[in-house]
């Protein structure tokens, strides 16, 4: 009886034993990164520029004659804010563009660990504005700036939709950035 019973014992104590669970670790999900196709962006406002198939211009508000868009990358749930004033004086330039480093610097200057300016120059075209790479954990990642100088300045902020670690969405948002970037390459004011 004891024999039987020390068996049956450890043939339990075998079997569950081979069975362990072992929990796995956290990982992040997987992402499938869409083809880099692009097209013109159809807004009815004095601008064009690339953006990916994959996002959509959507008006923001309700006003339709303002241009201000919200350009979403919908596979990412995240948004790249557009927003286009039209100017008369170079006293009016120089107030936007002091408005816009403000957006940037006020709100992110504790939070973030360096705030990168890079003058925009395009000569051929006339453009010329500042990308603010941001670092650190900040709301936003990307913002800019570009103009003409005399009729047309657009001002741009990225955002995820959703509280993020940077660390976290670092392959998403490089992947995003080239569009950004190559939506500032083809821009151009009509």
Not at 51 to 79: H, I, Q, R
């Amino acid at each position: 009886m004891k024999t039987k019973l020390s068996i049956l014992i450890l043939t339990v104590l075998i079997q569950y034993s081979c069975n362990t669970y072992i929990p796995k670790p956290k990982a992040y999900p997987r992402v499938i990164y869409p083809d880099k196709v692009y097209d013109k962006a159809e807004v009815n406002c004095p601008f064009t520029f690339d953006k990916p198939v994959y996002s959509v211009m959507n008006p923001y508000g309700e006003d339709a004659n303002t241009c201000w868009y919200n350009l979403v990358y919908t596979p990412f749930d995240a948004t790249l804010h557009l927003s286009y004033l039209p100017i008369s004086s170079t006293n009016e330039l120089d107030s936007l563009a002091e408005d816009a480093y403000r957006m940037v610097f006020t709100p992110h200057i504790q939070r973030a660990e360096e705030i990168i300016e890079r003058e925009i120059s395009d000569s051929i075209k006339g453009l010329y504005g500042m990308i603010y790479d941001l670092e650190g954990k900040t709301a936003t990642p990307f913002n800019f700036y570009l103009t003409d100088g005399k009729k047309h300045f657009i001002r741009g902020a990225f955002y995820f939709n959703k509280k993020t670690e940077m660390d976290s969405v670092m392959p998403i948002y490089t992947f995003l950035n080239a569009d950004i970037i190559r939506a500032l390459e083809t821009f151009q004011f009509q």
